[in-house]
């Protein structure tokens, strides 16, 4: 079953630029809802993540708004450099505190470029 | 601390033979999981452990198996390899009270 539906599945941006990638979910059970970049030949590593007592999270050039009431977040990252080209995943989770952040749903990931 | 390892990085098996994937981590931490990452699919749970002697199954677990007799390791076998267990595997760990998993490197499995 697909919890998570995350868009668009490729992205090139200008140098400079912005660069959103939204995701909505249907459990209105999730209660984390993270972000994570990977670049090639590594693994996933925590970007920045939310839950949904905040509308907006800032950490850096990157932002993330959620939507509670349509079940939506997306992540910005704003002055959008080479060095963040890599694929970037949304996830969702019931609260990882009580219950341990070991089951995440991911998206299908998105594979952004920067160009210089 | 190395963090999270596996074992090996590449691997390429014929239909029906039998393979382990190796999986520590040195952070002590109680939860371990395995994921397969496969083009346009995202990430997807195959099994986890909330500790030593527990795993239980996650979105896609047929055809693996796994068991967990120490905190640190974390192994995933293949019993009988299919060409469909083609992909890219992540370990991750991650420890009680925090909402942060940490990914190895991966395994990137070829099944002919």
């Known amino acids: 079953q697909q919890q998570v539906k995350q868009s668009p599945q490729s992205l090139i941006v200008q140098k400079g630029g912005i660069s959103i990638i939204n995701c909505a979910y249907e459990n209105t059970a999730f209660d984390y809802f993270p972000w994570y970049q990977q670049f090639p030949g590594k693994g996933p590593a925590l970007l920045i993540a939310i839950r949904p007592d905040v509308s907006e999270k800032k950490e850096g050039r990157f932002t993330i708004s959620f939507n509670k009431s349509a079940k939506q977040f997306s992540l910005h990252i704003m002055d959008s450099q080479p060095g963040d080209s890599a694929t970037y995943f949304c996830?969702?989770?019931?609260?990882?505190?009580?219950?341990?952040?070991?089951?995440?749903?991911f998206g299908q990931g998105t594979r952004l470029t920067i160009n210089p | 601390n190395a963090g999270v390892t596996q074992t090996p990085k590449f691997q390429v098996l014929k239909t029906g033979q039998s393979m382990t994937l190796q999986c520590a981590q040195d952070?002590?931490?109680?939860?371990m999981s395995w994921y397969r990452q496969d083009p346009g699919m995202g990430l997807r749970l195959i099994h986890y452990s909330v500790g030593a002697g527990i795993t239980d199954q996650g979105e896609v677990p047929n055809g693996y198996n796994v068991s967990r007799s120490t905190t640190e390791d974390f192994p995933l076998r293949l019993l009988s390899a299919a060409p469909s267990q083609t992909s890219v595997y992540f370990c991750?760990?991650?420890?009680?009270?925090?909402?942060?998993?940490?990914f190895g490197p991966g395994t990137r499995l070829t099944v002919l």
């Open positions: 952070m002590n931490h109680e939860y």
């Open positions: 991750a760990s991650s420890t009680w009270g925090t909402d942060t998993q940490y």
């Open positions: 996830a969702v989770h019931p609260n990882p505190i009580i219950q341990g952040a070991q089951k995440l749903v």
